[in-house]
């Protein structure tokens, strides 16, 4: 009797112990900033040459419809699965009504990839603990999507700290055949560099884990 309820105990604990999943343990976030309010801005930045024009032109198209999160753990790490930014491109406008109408139909197809997504996966340079108020540089990468291409992509910020508001600009560059996009082919268009610029102004607000 001994030796089955041994055994018996011994099995009971293998099954108990087989049907509970050694998962590791979510990272707890304990900062959270969330895009909200004036100032964040998305645009791109093409420089071209027009016909009849001597020197070269930026053309820049921006959007105000732009919504994000960053989340960091206690150690300062990027909570990967809640920080990220969506871009509504749809709504990208320049000084120019036609060069937006090619833009949206020919190059970005926006009926069919209305937004651009970036993933933050990873940060590098940013102090584990925000100063209270001050300037600070680090790097945000993560995977952008453009057109539904994803690539992998690094992106530069220079930020200010003032109480619960974080503010700044964060840029990238890529090529249009890194994402796919052909290059705009128009009468009245000379050239176009081969390098697209992306920035963003942002205006983010901490709040609450």
Known sequence: MLKFAALAALVSSTLTAMSIPNTPARPQ???RYVAEGEGNVAR??????LVGKELDNDA??????VTGTIVLDKSGKI?????G??????????????????VQ??????????????????????????PASGTTQFQLIGDLTVKGVTRPTTWTVKATVTGDRLTGTAATRFTFAE????????????????TIALEYDFAMTRKAP
């Open 29 to 31: 976030a304990t900062v």
């Open 44 to 49: 791109y930045c093409i420089r071209e040459r």
């Open 60 to 65: 820049i198209g921006e959007t105000r419809k």
């Open 79 to 83: 909570v990967p699965g809640e920080s």
């Open 85 to 102: 930014f969506t871009v509504d491109m749809a709504s990208l406008g320049s000084d120019q009504a036609r060069r937006d109408g090619y």
């Open 105 to 130: 139909r020919r190059i970005l197809m926006t009926d069919s990839f209305p937004a651009t997504s970036f993933k933050v996966t990873d940060v590098k340079g940013l102090p584990s603990r925000l």
């Open 179 to 194: 994402f796919q996009l052909p290059q705009p082919r128009v009468p009245i268009l000379l050239s176009v560099v081969d």
